[in-house]
């Protein structure tokens, strides 16, 4: 940055003047937040106190070896070896140097006057280093206005290259930190719109009846607060509409914060939903819980049935008051949390064997949603399913697929246990394994086309209670999942959207062994 200025200090002016004037122009800086205009202010003030012609800032690219200065008598800019000229002997010896006349100095490099059209006589350089002593630049004074720089002029460099150093880095640093903001903001801003659009209302997929009739109950109910209950077998989509709910409500820019509630111990439960305090026990530390971090958002508590009865105790309070107190304290803490709460267990018979509070289930059931299972709405399984081959396909970078009229076929005639996750996860597979842009049926799973060839899979037996056929299915669909998996709990675990110490629950109450 170069500047020049016609009224230099009136001669006779003492050299402790010109510093405490060095020091209120140093006041002005240190204000400036912008680097241009501070750049600027530095060459324009420093040629008034130096009486200069001219006064230029370079500051040190690091990476390029380079120096870099735009002038501001023609607006040019120079960018120049670090190591060439005056300024790169200021620079690579970190000294100040005063050379009366310019042309005969070795260390002179006199393309950057070809370039600028300017004739160099005397020039006055002082490095720019900061607090740390690294050395950002230099500042540069060219033609004295009378006669030479003096040793009074080296002090007013000196002391006005170490305050423009501060004022530069201070400047810069804050410029990088707000060019960050803004970058992260403008990401923020943009993964906002990505979720709030891959969760809106209108990208649920089903065009059934009983799949619409939860769209527009969803649509009725988004801006309210009232806390909502989810009903359904596992792998019908309760999570997807507990997201639908927050964010396509006034509450979609808070947290959304989801916890399943059979993956808890029991030992656990109670400070993972309502946080503990330290020293409560021996090497315990402070613990945030969920309720406080979904605070001004959602609280998405999945298999809610599976609460011990003090945790259902302290849940019933916190729903009442809206208030908690972390396991181990004393103090009430407000919390604003829109629940949600899930269940793929009839709450009804839980609470008739002891296992379940009425009074929070009637808390919890503000509204009900129920999901019905993939076999009650065929119709929409092709639907989600050429979803799946899309999404899939993107993901993996295959080639787009498509179902022939057999393989859609097989797949509506499926009863799927497993629901839309199952149905997910097939068609995650067959993308991953086919190589062929249309898939047959004899690519889909041989339970699939088992069950197309022998009629379709019974999910329910006639005069069968609707319990035993809902864990029928679980069942199956647990033994489904580790046949897959070749016995891998935690894969298995995953593919049914269960945590492995869930899923080692569910096994056990079934007898089932691992493989």
Same mark, same amino acid.
């Given at each position: 940055?170069?500047?020049?200025?016609?009224?230099?200090?009136?001669?006779?002016?003492?050299l402790?003047?010109?510093?405490?004037e060095?020091?209120?122009?140093?006041?002005?800086?240190?204000?400036?937040?912008?680097?241009?205009?501070?750049?600027?202010?530095?060459?324009?003030?420093?040629?008034r106190?130096?009486?200069?012609?001219?006064?230029?800032i370079?500051?040190?690219?690091?990476e390029?070896?380079?120096?870099?200065?735009?002038?501001?008598?023609?607006?040019?800019?120079?960018?120049?070896?670090?190591?060439?000229?005056?300024?790169?002997?200021?620079?690579?010896t970190?000294?100040?140097?005063n050379?009366?006349?310019?042309?005969?100095?070795?260390?002179?490099?006199?393309?950057?006057?070809?370039?600028?059209?300017?004739?160099?006589?005397?020039?006055?350089?002082a490095p720019?280093?900061?607090?740390?002593?690294?050395?950002?630049?230099?500042?540069e004074?060219?033609?004295?206005?009378? =006669?030479?720089?003096?040793?009074?002029? @080296?002090e007013? &460099? $000196? !002391? +006005?290259?170490?305050? %423009?150093?501060? #004022?530069?880095?201070?400047a810069?640093?804050?410029?990088?930190?707000?060019?960050r903001?803004?970058k992260?903001?403008?990401?923020?801003?943009?993964?906002?719109?990505?979720?709030?659009?891959?969760?809106?209302?209108?990208?649920?997929?089903?065009?059934?009846?009983?799949i619409?009739?939860?769209?527009?109950?969803?649509?009725?109910?988004?801006?309210?607060t009232?806390?909502?209950?989810?009903? =359904?077998?596992?792998?019908?989509?309760? @999570?997807?509409? &507990? $997201? !639908? +709910?927050h964010?396509? %409500?006034?509450? #979609?820019?808070?947290?959304?914060?989801?916890?399943?509630?059979?993956?808890?111990?029991?030992?656990?439960?109670?400070s993972?939903?309502?946080?503990?305090?330290?020293?409560?026990?021996?090497?315990?530390?402070?613990?945030?819980?969920?309720?406080?971090q979904?605070?001004?958002?959602?609280?998405f508590?999945d298999?809610?049935?599976?609460?011990?009865?003090?945790?259902q105790?302290k849940?019933?309070?916190?729903?009442?008051?809206?208030?908690?107190?972390?396991?181990?304290?004393?103090?009430?803490?407000?919390?604003d949390?829109?629940?949600?709460?899930?269940?793929?267990?009839i709450?009804?018979?839980?609470?008739?064997?002891?296992?379940?509070?009425?009074?929070?289930?009637?808390?919890?059931?503000?509204?009900?949603?129920?999901?019905p299972?993939?076999r009650?709405?065929?119709?929409?399984?092709?639907?989600?399913?050429?979803?799946?081959?899309?999404?899939?396909?993107?993901?993996?970078?295959?080639?787009?697929?498509?179902?022939?009229?057999?393989?859609?076929?097989?797949?509506?005639?499926?009863?799927w246990?497993?629901?839309?996750?199952?149905?997910?996860?097939?068609?995650?597979r067959?993308v991953?394994?086919?190589?062929?842009?249309?898939?047959g049926?004899?690519?889909?799973?041989?339970?699939?086309?088992?069950a197309?060839?022998?009629?379709?899979?019974?999910?329910?037996?006639?005069g069968g209670?609707?319990?035993?056929?809902v864990?029928?299915?679980?069942?199956?669909?647990?033994?489904?999942?580790?046949?897959?998996?070749?016995?891998n709990?935690?894969?298995?675990?995953?593919?049914?959207?269960?945590?492995r110490q869930?899923?080692?629950?569910?096994?056990?109450?079934?007898?089932?062994?691992?493989?």
């Open positions: 940055m170069g500047s020049r200025r016609d009224e230099p200090l009136p001669e006779g002016g003492s402790d003047r010109q510093l405490v060095v020091r209120a122009v140093c006041e002005k800086m240190i204000a400036e937040r912008d680097v241009p205009a501070l750049l600027e202010m530095i060459a324009r003030e420093g040629a106190l130096m009486s200069a012609d001219r006064v230029s370079f500051l040190l690219d690091r390029r070896c380079e120096l870099l200065s735009q002038v501001t008598l023609d607006g040019q800019s120079i960018r120049l070896d670090a190591r060439l000229g005056i300024v790169g002997a200021c620079v690579m970190g000294q100040l140097i050379v009366a006349d310019a042309q005969q100095d070795q260390r002179f490099y006199p393309s950057v006057d070809a370039h600028t059209k300017y004739r160099t006589k005397s020039v006055l350089a720019l280093r900061s607090p740390s002593g690294e050395t950002l630049g230099v500042i004074a060219l033609n004295k206005k009378r =006669g030479h720089f003096t040793r009074d002029d @080296e007013i &460099a $000196k !002391a +006005l290259a170490a305050q %423009s150093a501060i #004022a530069i880095e201070t810069t640093t804050l410029q990088a930190l707000k060019q903001l803004d992260l903001q403008a990401e923020n801003t943009q993964l906002w719109k990505e979720v709030e659009g891959r969760f809106s209302i209108q990208n649920i997929i089903g065009t059934s009846e009983p619409q009739a939860i769209v527009r109950l969803i649509d009725q109910i988004r801006d309210s009232v806390y909502i209950l989810l009903t =359904g077998e596992t792998g019908t989509g309760k @999570e997807m509409v &507990a $997201k !639908a +709910l964010y396509n %409500s006034p509450r #979609a820019r808070g947290p959304f914060v989801a916890i399943n509630c059979a993956a808890l111990p029991e030992n656990l439960v109670e993972e939903l309502f946080g503990i305090e330290e020293g409560v026990a021996t090497g315990v530390k402070r613990h945030i819980g969920k309720f406080e979904a605070h001004g958002g959602t609280l508590l298999e809610v049935g599976d609460l011990t009865l003090a945790a105790v849940l019933l309070r916190v729903l009442q008051e809206r208030v908690l107190e972390r396991v181990g304290g004393r103090t009430s803490i407000p919390v949390v829109r629940v949600i709460a899930a269940t793929n267990a709450l009804d018979n839980a609470i008739r064997a002891g296992t379940f509070r009425q009074d929070l289930y009637f808390r919890l059931k503000v509204v009900t949603i129920h999901m299972p993939l009650r709405v065929r119709e929409d399984i092709p639907l989600l399913a050429n979803y799946f081959l899309r999404k899939y396909s993107q993901e993996m970078r295959a080639a787009p697929k498509k179902l022939s009229a057999g393989a859609q076929r097989c797949l509506t005639k499926y009863d246990p497993g629901n839309v996750r199952e149905l997910e996860n097939e068609i995650r067959l991953a394994s086919t190589r062929r842009t249309i898939i049926e004899e690519d889909l799973s041989d339970t699939i086309r088992a197309f060839h022998e009629g379709g899979v019974s999910s329910t037996e006639p209670s609707l319990k035993g056929a864990e029928e299915l679980e069942k199956r669909l647990i033994a489904e999942a580790l046949r897959q998996s070749r016995g709990q935690l894969q298995a675990a995953k593919a049914l959207g269960l945590s869930g899923l080692i629950k569910k096994r056990n109450r079934y007898g089932l062994k691992p493989t």
